[in-house]
């Protein structure tokens, strides 16, 4: 894999996470209002969505890691 092809593809993986992380903290400020509503059925759900979320992140991460490997031993 050439450098480009790996830059391109980190950048892909971060706009990825970054998007991720946005609609997190959107879970979780509508969670926090529907919470303090006196809704309580949307915790456990929204908590395990959130932990897929994380787990994506975590993925992409590792991901992102592989490929900046590979780019930097192959130069």
């Known amino acids: 894999m050439n450098r480009k092809n790996g830059l ?3 950048d892909g ?6 998007i991720l992380l946005i609609v997190q903290m959107w879970l979780l400020t509508a ?4 919470f303090l ?4 059925e949307a915790i456990v759900p929204a908590a ?6 994380f787990a994506a ?3 992409l991460f590792i991901f992102i890691r ?8 192959a130069r």
């Open 8 to 10: 391109t593809a980190i």
């Open 66 to 73: 592989r490929i900046d490997a590979t780019v930097r031993t």
């Open 37 to 40: 509503a006196g809704h309580d």
């Open 57 to 59: 992140c975590a993925g």
């Open 13 to 18: 993986a971060m706009a990825l996470i970054a």
């Open 48 to 53: 395990l969505i959130s932990g897929v979320i």
């Open 31 to 34: 969670t926090l209002e529907a």
